[in-house]
C-alpha cells in the first residue's frame, strides 16, 4: 500500500485499541521500521497541555469548548508531527479524525457537518491509509473500566453513551470496509488478534 503510511487505531474506553497499537510498535522495532507516534487529543507539548485542560478530571469546560480543544490539538498535530514525518516514517496514531465523528456526532450529537468541515479544513488532502478499530462488549467493558486507575473526565459516562460511540464507530468503518479492520476482542482470542493485525501490518507497508 505505501512505505510510510498513516495509520490510526480507534475504539472507546478499553476496546483494547491502545494494546494493539503496543503491539504494532513492537514489530515495527523488531523489524527496524522507522515509526512516529502519538495520541490525540495530545500529541505536540502544546497539544499534551491542550489534552490536560479537556480530560482532567476537575475540568469543567462544555462539550463545544472540548470541541475546539481537540482541533487545535489535531493542527498542531498536522503541522508538527505529520507533515514533517509522512515521507520518511510510518506513522502511528492512538485516535484521529474518526474518534471525533464518534463522540461528539454519535455519542453527543454535536453538528456532523461542522465536524467534518473542521476534519477537511484541517487535513487538506491529508487521509490516514488505514484504520483498525478496536471493539469491547458491555460486560468486558464496564469490567475493566472499573479497574482503571487514572480515570479522566471521558471515563465517567454511562454506557449508553460508549455503546452509542462504538456503533458509530462501527457504522464508519461498515462504510469504508478496504480501509479498516475491526478487531473484536468478545470473538477472538488475543493471539488471534495479534496475528490479523500483524498480517494487516505487512500487507499495508507492502
Ligand atoms: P484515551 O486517551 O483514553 O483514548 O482518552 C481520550 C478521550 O478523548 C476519549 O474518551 C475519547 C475522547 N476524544 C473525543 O471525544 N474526541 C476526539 O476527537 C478524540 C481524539 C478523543
Do not use: C
Not at 505505501?2 to 495509520?7: A, T
Not at 480507534?10 to 491502545?18: A, D, V
Not at 487529543?41 to 475546539?68: A, Q, V
Amino acid at each position: 500500500m505505501s512505505k510510510n503510511p498513516l495509520i490510526v487505531f480507534e475504539g472507546i474506553e478499553t476496546s483494547g485499541k491502545s494494546t494493539n497499537l503496543k503491539k504494532t510498535i513492537k514489530y515495527l522495532k523488531e523489524k527496524k521500521i522507522k515509526y512516529v507516534t502519538f495520541r490525540e487529543p495530545g500529541g505536540t507539548y502544546f497539544s499534551e497541555h491542550l489534552r490536560s485542560l479537556m480530560l482532567n478530571k476537575k475540568s469543567k469546560l462544555n462539550k463545544k469548548t472540548d470541541l475546539f480543544l481537540l482541533m487545535a490539538s489535531r493542527s498542531e498535530n498536522i503541522d508538527k508531527i505529520i507533515k514533517k514525518n509522512f515521507t520518511n516514517k510510518v506513522i502511528l496514531i492512538d485516535r484521529f479524525i474518526d474518534s471525533t465523528l464518534a463522540y461528539q456526532y454519535y455519542g453527543m450529537r454535536m453538528d456532523k457537518d461542522l465536524i467534518l468541515k473542521m476534519n477537511n479544513f484541517l487535513l487538506g488532502n491529508l487521509k490516514p491509509n488505514f484504520t483498525f478499530l478496536s471493539v469491547v462488549n458491555k460486560k468486558n467493558m464496564l469490567q475493566r473500566l472499573k479497574f482503571r486507575k487514572n480515570k479522566n473526565k471521558y471515563d465517567h459516562f454511562k454506557y449508553n453513551f460508549y455503546n452509542k460511540v462504538q456503533k458509530g464507530f462501527l457504522r464508519i468503518a461498515n462504510k469504508n470496509k478496504s480501509k479498516y479492520l475491526i478487531l473484536d476482542s468478545n470473538k477472538d482470542s488475543l493471539k488471534v488478534i495479534e496475528n490479523k493485525l500483524i498480517n494487516q501490518i505487512k500487507k499495508i507497508l507492502k
